[in-house]
């Protein structure tokens, strides 16, 4: 029991990522909540013309697409001064939730996400109507979502930017896998895609692109570009990959001969980028691999 006089705190939730209450006020000077007629502090904020609404988006967009993409929430004017993410490249960096990650825990509607912001701390709901029919693979460093389609379809992938909403396909994954994996895929509308095709390691290249797709357990890398229709598979010279980490635009794994090796996409290959020189476990791969790229 609370002691009389005091109200008990309510969990804190985070909020939805358009409910916000900042963009809850309308700005429009036909809006009729603004009592705007004796008041001299009032402004016609929805009248900016594009030259000053144009440089506000642009100042959100060089530090979060969120903020962006809220700004373009606000009316109609300032959307108009400034263009809508998805006419842009799903590649294209300015638009890539990199501040954002996607927590694990599931909320009340199947298909809604917390998200936290990894620099504020500020957590959102996310509705993703996409994960009604996908599978969750991966999340990129760049804050995308690795999806694979629910059988029957299930090696249809895509990217999607969980805050722009923009969707990128990729080409199928019986495309990706070498032939002696094929009887992997499931054959029965029943079956989900086992934890051989999580996708960690996964993302974008450092060329903004290419879209590298990495499945260690399997020891198959592809490459791709939008539009394409095939992937290009990497020669992996029969080792084993652990810890993958993508990391500015680079991918890096160690494998069973104790390197650990980085890809380049110039021409694709898997080259080495340090020979360890003791056989280390699984949990320090990882605790290696960063070592190395943080003294790089």
């Known amino acids: 029991m609370e002691p009389a006089g005091r109200t008990q705190k309510r969990p804190r939730t985070c909020r939805s990522f358009v409910d916000d209450p900042k963009l809850r006020t309308c700005c429009s000077a036909a809006c009729p909540h603004h009592k705007h007629d004796n008041n ?24 979060d697409v969120a903020g962006y993409v809220r700004f373009r929430a606000v009316c109609r004017p300032w959307r108009q001064c400034c263009t809508e993410a998805r006419s842009h ?41 996409e ?69 960690w390691g996964s993302g974008i290249a450092n060329d903004n692109s290419t879209v590298v797709f990495c499945l260690s357990r399997l020891n198959t890398i592809g490459m ?6 095939h992937w290009t598979l990497l020669d992996c010279d029969g080792s084993d990959m652990t810890a993958p980490i993508m990391f500015e635009g680079r991918l890096y794994c160690v494998t069973n001969n104790n390197s ?17 020189n003791m056989r280390v476990s699984a949990r320090w791969q990882i605790v290696c691999t960063l070592s190395i790229i943080s003294g790089s």
């Open 89 to 129: 490249s799903g590649l294209d960096c300015r638009f890539h939730p990199r501040r954002w990650t996607m927590l694990r825990e599931k909320l009340a509607a199947p298909s809604r996400r917390c998200f936290l912001n990894t620099s504020t701390g500020q957590s959102v709901q996310v509705d993703i109507p």
């Open 224 to 229: 791709t570009k939008p539009g394409d229709d």
């Open 131 to 199: 994960l009604h029919d996908h599978e969750l693979l991966a999340l990129t460093p760049e804050g995308l979502l690795v999806l694979a389609h629910k059988p029957p379809c299930a090696t249809t992938l895509c990217m999607l930017n969980p805050l722009t909403r923009h969707l990128m396909h990729l080409p199928p994954l019986s495309k990706l896998l070498p032939s002696g994996y094929q009887d992997l895929l499931p054959d029965s509308d029943d079956l989900l895609l086992d934890s051989n095709f999580v996708a």
């Open 40 to 63: 001299n502090d009032w402004r016609d904020w929805a009248g900016l013309d594009d030259g000053p609404a144009g440089i506000i988006a642009e100042r959100f967009l060089a530090f």
């Open 260 to 276: 650990i090796m980085v890809l380049e996409t110039g021409t694709p290959r898997l080259e080495v980028a340090v020979k360890l």
